[in-house]
Nanobody
Framework: HVQLVESGGGSVQAGGSLRLSCDAS????????MAWFRQAPGKEREGVAA???????RYADSVKGRFTISKDSAKNSVYLQMNSLKPEDTATYYC??????????????????????WGQGTQVTVS
């Protein structure tokens, strides 16, 4: 049974930083795509960043230059380093996984329907 467990959320002032972690225990990291999504109150869930098994990375335009996604295959973990945080980054952040990158079949990395496994989310509040 695949489990994705996020951690690292919290409250921070604008301009500050947070690092989110996603523990993908029991998940096979071969030929996969891992992503971070977020959902603010009253808004749809949106893709933030994705990374595939070859290290190919995608970012939403709203976070380019501020957020960095990375992975540690030995630890089965994915991270999201968030710098220069803004109030509009306030949301619940979710880790997601799928067995192969959506773009391999012409799909979009930011389409939540492409992902088969989800974490429970971690709250990030920027004031």
């Amino acid at each position: 049974h695949v489990q994705l467990v996020e951690s690292g959320g919290g409250s921070v002032q604008a301009g500050g930083s947070l690092r989110l972690s996603c523990d993908a225990s029991k998940y096979t990291f071969n030929k996969h795509c891992m992503a971070w999504f977020r959902q603010a109150p009253g808004k749809e869930r949106e893709g933030v960043a994705a990374i595939d098994s070859d290290g190919y990375i995608r970012y939403a335009d709203s976070v380019k230059g501020r957020f960095t996604i990375s992975k540690d295959s030995a630890k089965n973990s994915v991270y999201l380093q968030m710098n220069s945080l803004k109030p509009e980054d306030t949301a619940t952040y979710y880790c997601a996984a799928v067995s192969k990158p959506p773009w391999w079949n012409g799909g979009s990395w930011y389409d939540e329907r492409e992902y088969t496994h989800w974490g429970q989310g971690t709250q990030v509040t920027v004031s």
